[in-house]
């Protein structure tokens, strides 16, 4: 999953002080096979989770899952820690 590059796409809603997130990302790593996962931050929640729900190659039967903490956002960039199973 390292030195890949893709697209995700999202919604926010937020409501007075707290905003729920969701979305799904698709990449490609460096040997050219593809991975989806999708994503959510509950409102009010400090980490998100994630979910592998597709893939080619050697993410072909992956059953990856975590969790994720937003430690930057910037315009329309974001980033954070990840972690969780990825075996």
């Known amino acids: 999953m390292n ?4 697209d995700c796409v999202g ?6 002080s707290k905003t729920d997130a969701s979305g799904l990302c698709t990449r ?3 040997d050219g096979d593809l ?9 009010g929640a400090d980490k998100g ?3 592998f729900v597709s ?8 059953k990856y899952s975590g969790w994720w ?3 930057i956002a910037e315009g329309k960039v974001a980033g954070g820690i990840w972690g969780g199973n990825c075996r």
């Open 49 to 51: 989770t994630w979910k």
């Open 3 to 6: 030195l890949s590059v893709g």
């Open 69 to 71: 903490q937003q430690t």
């Open 35 to 43: 991975y989806s996962y999708e994503w959510a931050m509950p409102a």
């Open 11 to 16: 919604t926010a809603i937020t409501a007075g």
């Open 55 to 62: 893939g080619t190659g050697k993410y072909a039967s992956a």
């Open 28 to 30: 490609k790593d460096k």
